[in-house]
């Protein structure tokens, strides 16, 4: 869903860990990246951005599409429409976030309050962090709040400029760690003692929460950031033949079983799950977890 006509090989930001399944898993599906950013310690998804921003700053208006790599959307033509429609207000310095239409009223995500009505681009009112069960529902109920999907639209030049405005204790660290980068084979390592430096924080707190620049783009197909185990098993669940709610992989087994998830990392580590209902068991090489749903 990010290549095509009007895309360009993405960079990849990723932490020293997952270079190599990173590069096998972009191989796999025929791509290349234009640079792999190894991050040489976890400070979350603002320092990323901003040293992506900067790393491209030679086309200053050439737009960047922020996309975290664990979601799962369905149809890439929709997303890809999506794109498009907020292509415009990106390009004029506008930086676009995309909201999900919800479906139901969910408790594990933040949400985006929209300022305006209609299907097209709307400013945005705010932010609001996750709410509780029945105010999850309150704005279900509203029709005018979305899921904040946490994929961004705008150009290196809006954002460079955001995070001078909002954020500009991070320029000086982020520069400093690509300026003293390090090839290793076809990753390119950021400096480590300048990243360290960088606070632990998210792009939406840092600055998208005080930018008064942001319009938000509607996406109505399915999505999911897999965010949990619950939002696999209901990802999941439409691929199972049966109608029962039981979530299986190929090493377990349900025996009279409703609405459970059984997973088992491991062929030699056969899961049986008997009489269950609305658990989660999950197996892996070193823990086994067991849950209410």
Request: proline fraction near 6%.
């Amino acid at each position: 869903r990010l290549s095509g006509p009007g895309y360009a090989p993405p960079v990849l930001l990723t932490n020293a860990e997952f270079r190599f399944i990173a590069t096998q898993q972009l191989g796999e599906m025929g791509g290349d990246a234009s640079k792999i950013l190894i991050e040489p310690a976890l400070r979350n998804t603002a320092p990323a951005v901003l040293a992506a921003a900067i790393a491209l700053e030679h086309e200053p208006d050439a737009l960047m599409l922020v996309a975290p790599s664990d979601h799962v959307i369905r149809d890439d033509q929709a997303f890809r429409a999506a794109v498009e429609v907020g292509a415009e207000a990106a390009e004029a310095g506008r930086i676009v976030t995309f909201g999900i239409t919800p479906d139901r009223p969910e408790t594990g995500y933040g949400y985006l309050e929209l300022a305006g009505g209609g299907e097209g681009p709307q400013p945005l009112a705010r932010f609001v962090e996750k709410p509780d069960a029945e105010r999850a529902a309150q704005m279900l109920a509203q029709g005018n709040y979305l899921w904040n999907a946490g994929i961004f639209l705008f150009s290196a030049r809006a954002m460079i400029e955001a995070f001078q405005a909002h954020a500009p204790d991070y320029q000086t660290p982020v520069r400093a760690a690509l300026d003293g980068a390090r090839r290793d084979l076809g990753f390119l390592r950021l400096a480590r003692a300048p990243w360290e430096s960088l606070p632990d924080n998210s792009i939406d707190y840092a600055v998208m929460e005080k930018a008064d620049n942001l319009t938000v783009v509607r996406f109505s197909g399915r999505w999911s950031d897999l965010g949990g185990w619950d939002a696999v098993w209901r990802e999941q669940l439409e691929r199972m033949p049966a109608g029962d709610g039981v979530v299986a992989d190929a090493n377990s087994t349900a025996i009279d079983c409703r609405d459970v998830l059984l997973r088992s990392d491991h062929a030699d580590l056969q899961l049986v799950g008997i009489g269950l209902q609305d658990v989660m068991v999950v197996a892996t090489g070193d823990a086994v977890l067991v849950a209410d749903k």
